[in-house]
């Protein structure tokens, strides 16, 4: 796996799954963004940036295969400043970097941490996958797991650790749901039986519809994570 050494190579400690850094301070919430390829991943980073940037201190980890190609959209959109973007290239299945060797994303992301301290909020973008794909908690604090209306109204019902274990499931692109005969009640329907009480937002990202919502999700997690750390 490749790091982008575009950010100061500084020394750094792997943190534990604690709230507290090696030098005493907090450190940042760990976001993980999952799903299948093309369902809206990089939009929802870009999104959450755009809606958080000005009341918290962000950056933002991609992993793509072969490329940096999520990193350099998220650059050229100017979501952030390029100094808070950077790139894992995994050279492998996407799911090995975020559940089975998951030392290049730690190193990225504690990079940032070094470089950028103090920072509130990280967000680790996984390489598109499939259903099955999940985060290690020794990665992330919390995933979001983003799924698509265009890709099939079945795509709840079937299920898989993303959909029925997720902190927060996303069901993106309901713009299109009437082009492609989706049905969004039958898939609320099916999440919910999938999750139970875990939450289940619907977002249209092409209009920024629902992303209020999963910031106030997002932020809620992190007051949490500030409170937790203060005691
Ligand atoms: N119509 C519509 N298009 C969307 C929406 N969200 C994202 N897209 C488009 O869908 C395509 C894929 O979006 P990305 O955000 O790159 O998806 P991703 O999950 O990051 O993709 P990979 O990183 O390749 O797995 C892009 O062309 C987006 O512009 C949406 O809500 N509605």
Redesign the pocket.
Known sequence: MHLDHSLPSLPHQHTSAGHIRPDGSRRALRIGLG????????????ALCRTLRDRWSIAVV?N?IYTR??AE?LRREAVLPPERITAVETGACPHTAIRDDISANLEAVEQLEDALHPLDLVLV?S???NLTATFSKGLVDAQIF?I?V?SGDDIPRKGGPGITTADLLLV?????APHVGADLATMAADAKRQRGALPVIF?????D?GIREVADWVTAHLSRWRAEAAV
């Not at 799903?35 to 870009?46: E, L, M, N």
């Not at 993106?172 to 299109?176: R, S, V």
């Open positions: 799903g299948p390829v093309g369902s809206g991943k990089t939009a929802s980073v870009a991609t793509d190609e999520d959209y973008e390489g598109g996958d983003v698509d265009a993106n692109k309901t713009d299109l977002t249209s990202l092409t209009s519809e």
